[in-house]
Structures are given as structure tokens and as C-alpha cells.
């Protein structure tokens, strides 16, 4: 399988440990350091944007998302949180690749600390073993939908990236509804419109 990490550059103390953590858990469980692609953003708040390109490009069976973010004296952080959060979640239903969300949201620097490998563990190495396995639920549920239709003579239902370049395609004159009025139905509405202002 092949994965795609994003990661923040803010707060590198502990991103870095997510990292690193992250990949130690894909080359245990889904594959090598060939098969891992690396994307360093700014800070959280641009981790939704290179996740959903990376996904659109369909070479990756999942994308793992790595930030850290602590709170504040202002409402900043909450913002951000709400933003990155929601961000993430869209680009994974509208893309259809898995997204493993790997932003920790803390309220001191102890707490992150802790999340990166200390007393709560490393939420990396977590956000790397949920990847891989939705990955593979991903894949199981694609083979078996496909199995299912060859067996029953129908047509092979479209990939998540088949769908997304379909979506861009432009529909043709002839398959809308918004065909220009014909010469009888222009003097038929002019004709409405008349007799209307004759009642007034």
C-alpha cells in the first residue's frame, strides 16, 4: 500500500515525534519507506488542503494527517481546531480515501508531550495503524463490490478517482434542461405578459 503524510512545521518539537512514529508504524504494518510519501505544511490550519491533493491524485490508499495544537489566552485555537477538524473529515467523504487524523489539541505543552511518546503514548504510531487499516478495509470492500458485480454480468462501478474526474467533466447541451426557448413559447410568454398589464 502506498501512504501519504502531511505534517505541520508548528510546534516541530512534537510533530516531529509524531513523524517519526508514524512512519515506524507503517513499515511494521503496511509496507517501506519507498511507498511513503512526505508533505510539510506551515502549521494545522494548512494540513486540509495538501491532504485533499494528495488524495485527488488517487496514488494513495490513505493520507495521515500530523499537526500540533495548543490553546491559548485568545480563541484562535478553537477556531483552528474546528477549521482543521472539519477540513479533514470533508476531504475524506468527498475524496473517498481514508484520512487518519493525527492533530493533537492540547491544552498545555505537558499534554503534547505526553500524546508523543511519553506516558499516553504516540498518537502518530495510532493515526499510521488506523491508516492502514481502513486502507485495507478500503480495499476489501472495492475487491468484494467488484467481485459481486462480474459474478452478475453488470458493469464495474467507478473508483473514488474515476468519480472525481467525472465530476469535472462538463455535462453536454443535449442531457440538460436549460435548452433556449423555441420562437412559440417566447411569443407565448410575451403574450402573458401583455394581457396581464391589460387587467391592470
Do not use: W
Request: proline fraction near 4%.
Amino acid at each position: 500500500m502506498r501512504f501519504g503524510i502531511v505534517v505541520s512545521r508548528f510546534n516541530s518539537f512534537i510533530t516531529e515525534r509524531l513523524l517519526l512514529s508514524a512512519i515506524d508504524g507503517l513499515v511494521r504494518f503496511g509496507g517501506t519507506k519507498k511507498n511513503i510519501d512526505l508533505v510539510r505544511v506551515p502549521g494545522a490550519f494548512e494540513i486540509p488542503l495538501a491532504a485533499r491533493k494528495l488524495a485527488e491524485t488517487g496514488k494513495y490508499d490513505a493520507v495521515i494527517c500530523l499537526g500540533c495544537l495548543l490553546r491559548g489566552d485568545t480563541a484562535h485555537y478553537d477556531v483552528i481546531v474546528n477549521e482543521v477538524t472539519r477540513g479533514i473529515g470533508q476531504s475524506a467523504q468527498e475524496t473517498g480515501i481514508p484520512h487518519a487524523f493525527g492533530v493533537l489539541t492540547c491544552e498545555t505543552l505537558e499534554q503534547a508531550i505526553d500524546r508523543a511518546g511519553l506516558k499516553m503514548g504516540n498518537k502518530g504510531f495510532e493515526a499510521a495503524l488506523a491508516a492502514v487499516e481502513m486502507a485495507s478495509l478500503a480495499s476489501g470492500i472495492r475487491d468484494r463490490s467488484s467481485a459481486s458485480l462480474r459474478s452478475a454480468g453488470q458493469p464495474r462501478r467507478l473508483s473514488p478517482q474515476d468519480r472525481l474526474a467525472a465530476g469535472r467533466k462538463q455535462v453536454p447541451r443535449f442531457a440538460r434542461n436549460d435548452k433556449p426557448l423555441s420562437q412559440n413559447d417566447k411569443s407565448s410568454r410575451n403574450g402573458k405578459s401583455k394581457k396581464k398589464t391589460k387587467r391592470k
